[in-house]
Each structure stands twice: as structure tokens, then as C-alpha cells.
């Protein structure tokens, strides 16, 4: 069973900085892509950041320069670091993968971004 489970969300001033971590179950880093949503308030899941079983990163537009996805195999984590957050960025940020042709979800967790 494919579980992921994100922990690192809380409260951060604008301008801080952040990491979020994500413990994946079931399936190995080592053989499968990882990425990062996010859903603000009342709007759609966003892609935010991926990385390939190879260790590649790919972008969304508005993570580029300021975020950055990096993973642990031997761990099995994926991490999400965001720095010179902005109120923006408040949001619940979700870990993702896929095996199989099914993809899979974590909770959530809370980032939120105010002074």
C-alpha cells in the first residue's frame, strides 16, 4: 500500500523560509517521480515542483528562484524548500506520486504565509 505522509507546515513571516518534508511507503524514490500541489483557499490543485527517480527537478513558474525539491533515498523522503515566502504562497501544500498508472496523495499540510 502507497502511502505518503507530509509533515513541515506552519506559520512563517513573509520573507522566511520553509521546509516541508514528505515520507513516501509502499513504492521506492529510487523507481518513481515525486512532486509537490498546492491549493489556496477555494482555488484548484497547482503544481508546484517535481523530481524524476533520477534526481531531475522541474518548475512551475512561480517556484522558480525560490523553491526547490530535493529528495533522500535512503530515506524515502521528498523534500520541498521554499525560501522569500510571500502571503501568496499560503496554502495547503500536497505531496504527490503515481506507480502503476495510479496516482497517490497525501494529506496535506498548512503553510501559511502572514505577519
Known amino acids: 500500500q502507497v502511502q505518503l505522509v507530509e509533515t513541515g507546515g506552519r506559520w512563517v513571516q513573509p520573507g522566511g523560509s520553509l521546509t516541508l518534508s514528505c515520507v513516501v511507503s509502499?513504492?521506492?524514490?529510487?523507481?518513481?517521480?515525486a512532486a509537490w500541489y498546492r491549493q489556496l483557499p477555494g482555488q484548484q490543485r497547482d503544481y508546484v515542483i517535481s523530481?524524476?527517480?533520477?534526481?531531475?527537478?522541474h518548475y512551475s513558474d512561480f517556484a522558480k528562484g525560490r523553491f526547490t525539491i530535493s529528495k533522500d533515498n535512503a530515506q524515502n523522503t521528498v523534500y520541498l524548500q521554499m525560501n522569500r515566502l510571500k502571503p501568496d504562497d499560503t496554502a495547503v501544500y500536497y505531496c504527490?506520486?503515481?506507480?502503476?498508472?495510479?496516482?497517490?496523495w497525501g494529506q496535506g499540510t498548512q503553510v501559511t504565509v502572514s505577519s
Open positions: 523530481i524524476t527517480s533520477q534526481g531531475f527537478a
Open positions: 504527490w506520486t503515481m506507480t502503476a498508472g495510479q496516482e497517490y
Open positions: 509502499g513504492i521506492s524514490l529510487n523507481d518513481h517521480a
